[in-house]
């Protein structure tokens, strides 16, 4: 691309040679981008994940599916285990359910914020995007705290007799059955309740600003039409303004989806270590305790491929639904 | 259906009076346009008929209900919008329908409703579309069909037609009165474009600064004009100043005696109003209300041929139908114009013109 980039501007190219136009330059220099910043690392990653694992030592280049088949049915074949499987299982679980939850909850928010002046509008995302400049460790500590058993809030239950209160009235119980209390009080680490909690919190300012666009592009009339037609304002969000911003409701909830499978110091924090995800396993391969990055390499390919198929079937879904609504 | 009456109606943004207290009727199954510039609080109006606004004081009646405290979705007026505001998601169908899927109504029976309607506003060929795929004038048909699914007792338009093309806005004019007077049902709309008004409607309310300005049948409001605002407002009119003599105008140039006389006190400063089609030029006009006049300026306009004619009392412009006057003027000529007594209106010189 250098040469004819150089020659500078405009000069009457009468009888020169024909030479690539500035799209085909363009084009070029795109793809030169991708290659260098998504496909060579991928490809690195895909290269050391066929690797093998020195004993006592590092790793060196190989060709083997070995970190693969560990991934599937465990290090012997012939009594195998599918702990691996189990990880990338509570990835998505954890992600899936907490993407829902931060969407769920930014819904109705985020609606109502973009009814009130733009004044007030402006206000609430500038608070909101300064938020989002909090990093997951300073969240997970936050979250940490106050939900740590003796100084959070199951010492606020104890000493505000709320504990007392749930032993009277029974529901005790029912969260002792649900893993949310010991013997003596109520608890929240480790819980996939406190995991999901703070998952969730972690992406809710990132589902308000991906909501905002499509909530307050929404034409004001078609609302105050379905009103004068007997629609109430539930009504007229259910049949409405969900209907609306359908896609891009679904479109949050994947992209955050996506985003908290690669979620960390939350699970590390909050979760039970036999319900770890698959990242945490990612880097205890790569920079912790076991130190084996092919096995590492191989497990972060199985994510990323899985997460990929997983979106890939999500747009699918998608436009079928889109057609049967046409 | 009934008739529905506004009692002291008034709505104020804080310190702003949108609309100054008004009292209204609208007749059982008439077409009343409410028009005036934009900003008049003509829409404000509609919106508080609507329930879309709430009203600072007064009252609403439909028939002999009270429903100034009911809701938007409690009133159920059917109301068209300025952008139609038809819902994207939904077939032409599914829009058309709306109403009634809300209000419980089985998917067979709105269905045959909706083709129903569709049937009556010419677009049952479309009823699988998307909004998306239709034109303006489409659009527009939608929203109607849709506004009468649930059979209003009061059907609301606001600015239907602004944002159709000119030809377009005439033919919908015509259809939508037919379709209105085929209904039998209440309907009000709201307008800025006189020729709209004057096309569809039974009464006329013209508005302006959040005020009445006049009540009426749309050629008793052209033919006699409450004051200086609707005269300039509906319609083109000349404006000549002068002062009163004893019921007659003494302007510059002449003396002019309006029928009836003009009720004033002599010396009073007044404002002279007349239609441009109304004023004369021919030879043969009575010897009376004349005034000098030196042509500056003709146009044909298709039918008819405007001429802008300087007179000492000030500019004016004279419009007959081509054909109807054997002469031909040019720039430059001197003639005489009469201005017929019974064709000018007298007006306080302190009364607003419309921009």
């Known amino acids: ?326 | 259906m009934a008739g529905l009456v506004l009692q002291q109606i008034q709505k104020r943004f804080g310190r702003f009076t949108a609309v100054e207290p008004t009292d209204l009727s609208f007749r059982d199954g008439e077409l009343t346009a409410l028009l005036g510039p934009s900003g008049c609080g003509k829409t404000t109006l509609l919106r508080m008929i609507a329930g879309l606004e709430t009203q600072t004081s007064g009252r609403i009646l439909l028939g002999d209900e009270d429903i100034s405290d009911r809701s938007a979705h409690q009133r159920k007026f059917g109301m068209v919008f300025q952008s139609f505001a038809l819902f994207p998601h939904l077939s032409v169908l599914g829009n058309v329908g709306y109403a009634l899927k809300i209000a419980g109504v089985a998917k067979a029976a709105r269905e045959t409703k909706a083709r129903e309607l569709l049937d009556l506003v010419q677009l049952s060929a479309f009823t699988e579309r998307r909004i998306g795929e239709l034109s303006g004038g489409q659009r527009q048909r939608v929203a109607i069909a849709r506004a009468l699914a649930q059979e209003p007792s009061v059907f609301l338009l606001d600015e239907p037609m602004s944002a159709l093309d000119a030809k377009l806005r005439e033919e919908m004019q015509v259809e939508l009165r037919l379709l209105q007077q085929r209904l039998g049902i209440t309907t009000i709309v709201v307008t800025h474009d006189q020729r709209e008004a004057m096309t569809m409607a039974d009464q006329i309310v013209v508005m302006s600064a959040g005020r009445v300005e006049q009540i009426g049948p749309p050629q008793e409001i052209y033919n006699h004009p409450a004051n200086a605002f609707v005269a300039s407002f509906i319609g083109r009119a000349n404006f000549l100043s002068g002062t009163v003599q004893a019921g007659r105008v003494e302007v510059a140039g002449g003396v002019l005696a309006p029928e009836p006389a003009a009720n004033f006190r002599d010396g009073s400063p007044v404002t002279i109003a007349i239609r441009p089609e109304k004023i004369w030029v021919e030879a043969d006009a009575p010897e009376t209300n004349r005034l000098d006049a030196r042509v500056t300026f003709v146009r044909d306009v298709g039918a008819t041929r405007d001429i802008h004619v300087e007179t000492p009392a000030g500019p004016m412009i004279i419009e007959y139908a081509i054909g109807e006057n054997a002469n031909t003027y040019r720039v430059g000529d001197e003639m005489q114009v009469h201005l017929p007594p019974g064709a000018l209106h007298v007006f306080p010189a302190s009364e607003r013109i419309a921009a």
């Open chain 1, 1 to 326: 691309m250098t040469a004819s980039a150089e020659t500078g501007p405009v000069e009457t190219p009468a009888l020169s040679l024909p030479r690539p136009g500035p799209g085909v330059l363009k084009k070029t220099a795109y793809t030169a981008l991708i290659v260098a910043l998504c496909v060579v690392p991928f490809a690195l990653v895909l290269v050391i994940s066929m690797g093998e694992k020195i004993e006592g030592a590092g790793w060196q280049w190989a060709l083997t599916l070995e970190n693969y088949q560990r991934f599937f049915v465990g290090a012997e074949p012939e009594a195998p285990t599918y702990l691996y499987l189990q990880r990338l299982w509570y990835s998505f679980y954890y992600a899936i359910i907490a993407a829902i939850l931060a969407v769920a909850t930014a819904f109705p928010f985020t609606y109502l914020m973009t009814r009130q002046s733009r004044r007030i509008q402006t206000v609430w995302l500038v608070f909101l995007l300064s938020s989002v400049s909090l990093s997951e460790v300073f969240v997970v500590m936050g979250w940490d705290i106050l939900l740590s058993n003796r100084s959070g809030l199951p010492m606020v239950f104890k000493e505000t007799g709320l504990t007392a209160w749930l032993k009277d009235v029974g529901w005790f119980q029912t969260l002792r059955d649900w893993g949310l209390a010991n013997p003596r009080n109520v608890r929240f680490k480790p819980t996939e309740f406190a995991t999901v909690l703070t998952m969730s919190y972690l992406v809710w300012p990132y589902a308000v600003i991906l909501l905002y666009p499509a909530l307050a592009r929404l034409d004001n009339a078609t609302l105050e039409a379905a009103r004068t037609m007997g629609a109430g304002p539930l009504t007229v969000v259910r049949t409405v303004v969900i209907p609306s911003v359908r896609l891009p409701l679904v479109g949050a909830v994947l992209l955050l989806f996506v985003f908290l499978l690669g979620a960390y110091v939350a699970i590390t924090v909050f979760a039970h270590p036999s319900r770890h995800t698959l990242a945490v396993s990612v880097y205890e391969a790569v920079r912790g305790a076991t130190l084996n990055a092919p096995f590492g390499a191989a497990q972060a390919v199985i994510l990323l491929v899985t997460a990929a198929l997983f979106l890939g079937a999500a747009a699918l879904l998608a436009r079928i639904g889109d057609r049967r609504a046409a």
